[in-house]
């Protein structure tokens, strides 16, 4: 638990990056998780996923966007993606930030951003993700979403929420009324136990209640986690309330256990890997690193080697 938070302080230094970014190999490394800095390197590793079976969701990664001018250019780099999935036919959706695109300068501005991108999307009949951070943005996501959600279509787009928050079902049950698709995840942020279940036992059985409630909703939702007990635990269920193969998708994250993502895919279930790509990859890197230390020994010996 302490190198995860300590993990997760060294992901918000960006500093870092540069110190470790001169080292080629750790660069190297990265690319297990991270599929390259340029949209060519996310469409190559997208076309990949695809021949395995499974969609994608690309992930342009910069966060906490500092100014007017930076969140410009991102969502002009979203708007490029978007033409770039028509123009090659690859199958992939895309998953954006808040932050990237200004909600700590200005809500208003990441609303009218995030806005410029779904309508993009929508118009070329594609869905538009919004990722889920920290829990001091929880609540103005959530607002800024369900404006979206106000203007555009339920297949146009949707939201994240993360298990370990206590207010994740009152928030759920919340969505499904408009209704909006979820995706479920267990979440990735240092959070205070003021806020979210400190103990891993207590996310999981969040989890899974939140799980099994959209599962009954009749909505198609995202169940994205590598968890083997999570991904039991959804099949069981879906196998139970006969929930079909194709009311849901499972998600995972580039790079993290492809065998299982290929496996389900092959099962004939719905897998959507999420694929991030860009020049900003150490806070998500770190992440990764966070969530499973093993990893690091895994990074350690291949610098050294
Ligand atoms: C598609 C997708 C989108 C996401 N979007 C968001 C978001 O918007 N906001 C947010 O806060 N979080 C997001 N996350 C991250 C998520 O919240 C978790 O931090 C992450 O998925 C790890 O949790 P887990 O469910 O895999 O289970 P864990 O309890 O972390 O891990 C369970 C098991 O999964 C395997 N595993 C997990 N991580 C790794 C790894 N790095 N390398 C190898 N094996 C691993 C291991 O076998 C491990 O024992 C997303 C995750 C996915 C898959």
Redesign the pocket.
């Known amino acids: 638990m302490l190198t995860r938070s300590a993990l997760i302080y060294l992901s918000r230094k960006e500093g870092l990056k540069d110190f470790a970014a001169r080292f080629s190999l750790f660069k190297k490394l990265t690319t297990r998780?991270i599929a390259g800095e340029s949209i060519d390197e996310a469409v190559a590793a997208i076309r990949e996923v695809n021949a395995h079976g499974c969609s994608a969701?690309f992930?342009h990664l910069n966060e906490s966007v500092g100014s007017t001018a930076e969140t410009e250019a991102e969502v002009r780099e979203y708007l490029d993606v978007l033409r770039r999935i028509d123009e090659t036919g690859i199958n992939s959706n895309v998953?954006i930030?808040l932050t990237q695109f200004g909600l700590e300068i200005d809500p208003e501005l990441a609303y009218r951003n995030a806005r410029r991108v779904v309508e993009d999307a929508a118009r070329r009949g594609n869905f538009v993700?919004?990722?889920?951070?920290?829990s001091n943005v929880t609540q103005a996501t959530i607002d800024a979403f369900k404006r979206l959600r106000a203007e555009f279509g339920l297949n146009d787009v949707g939201i994240?929420l993360?298990?370990?928050l206590y207010r994740t079902m009152d928030d759920a049950r919340d969505l499904l009324k408009i209704p909006a698709r979820i995706?479920l995840?267990?979440?990735?942020?240092n959070e205070p136990p003021e806020v979210a279940y400190p103990n891993?036992k207590d996310?999981?059985d969040n989890?899974i209640r939140v799980m099994k409630l959209l599962l009954s909703s009749g909505i198609y939702h995202?169940i994205?986690?590598?968890?083997?007990?999570?991904i039991d635990a959804t099949l069981e269920f879906a196998k139970r309330e006969r929930v079909s193969k194709g009311a849901f998708e499972f998600?995972?994250?580039y790079?993290?256990?492809r065998d299982l993502q290929e496996q389900l895919a092959r099962d004939g279930y719905g897998m959507?890997?999420?694929v991030p790509y860009g020049k900003h990859w150490y806070p998500y890197f770190m992440?990764?690193?966070?969530?499973?230390p093993?990893?690091i020994w895994f990074v350690l010996k291949n610098l050294w080697k």
């Not at 993700?129 to 920290?134: F, P, S, T």
């Not at 992440?287 to 499973?292: I, W």
Request: glycine share 8%; net charge positive; with cysteine.
């Open positions: 998780f969701s992930d998953s930030k993700r919004v990722d889920m951070e920290g994240v993360q298990s370990y995706r995840c267990k979440g990735a942020y891993k996310v999981d989890y995202g994205a986690t590598h968890d083997p007990r999570m998600q995972m994250l790079g993290i256990r959507r890997v999420y992440r990764r690193l966070a969530e499973r093993a990893n």
